[in-house]
C-alpha cells in the first residue's frame, strides 16, 4: 500500500486513522497487540525454547524464586512434560483466564 492512497481523517488516543482510498471502504491504524501463550504445551521451556519467554512464567527452578506459569512440585518448581504429553521437556503451563464466577 503506498502513501498517495491513504488520507489521514483523525486521530483518537494519539493514533492516526487513516481512510484507505478504493472501495470497499476501509480504515487503517497502528495498535498495540498482547500475545499471551499461557495455557499453550509450548508456552514455556528451557532455555527460552517455547514460544513466550521462560521468564514470563517465573523461574522455572526450586524456591526461592517462584514459578507462577504453571503447577509446581512440592518445592516450588515446575512440573516438566513428559512422553504421554502434548511437548515433552516444556513446562505445564496453565491458562490465564479467569472467571471470576
Given at each position: 500500500?503506498?502513501?498517495?492512497?491513504?488520507?489521514?481523517i483523525?486521530t483518537?488516543?494519539?493514533?492516526?486513522?487513516?481512510?484507505?482510498?478504493g472501495?470497499?471502504?476501509?480504515?487503517?491504524?497502528?495498535?498495540?497487540?498482547?500475545?499471551?501463550?499461557?495455557?499453550?504445551?509450548?508456552?514455556?521451556?528451557?532455555?527460552?525454547?517455547?514460544?513466550?519467554?521462560?521468564?514470563?512464567?517465573?523461574?522455572?527452578?526450586?524456591?526461592?524464586?517462584?514459578?507462577w506459569?504453571?503447577?509446581?512440585?512440592?518445592?516450588?518448581?515446575?512440573?516438566?512434560?513428559?512422553?504421554?504429553?502434548?511437548?515433552?521437556?516444556?513446562?505445564?503451563?496453565?491458562?490465564?483466564?479467569?472467571?471470576?464466577?
Amino acid at each position: 500500500m503506498s502513501n498517495d492512497q491513504l488520507t489521514k481523517i483523525d486521530t483518537v488516543g494519539g493514533v492516526a486513522i487513516y481512510s484507505v482510498s478504493g472501495t470497499p471502504k476501509a480504515f487503517v491504524y497502528k495498535a498495540g497487540m498482547e500475545i499471551d501463550a499461557d495455557g499453550s504445551p509450548r508456552a514455556y521451556g528451557p532455555n527460552n525454547s517455547g514460544i513466550d519467554h521462560t521468564a514470563n512464567g517465573g523461574d522455572p527452578g526450586p524456591n526461592p524464586n517462584p514459578w507462577w506459569g504453571g503447577p509446581t512440585h512440592p518445592d516450588g518448581s515446575a512440573i516438566v512434560q513428559s512422553i504421554i504429553h502434548p511437548h515433552p521437556g516444556m513446562y505445564v503451563s496453565a491458562v490465564s483466564l479467569q472467571n471470576p464466577a
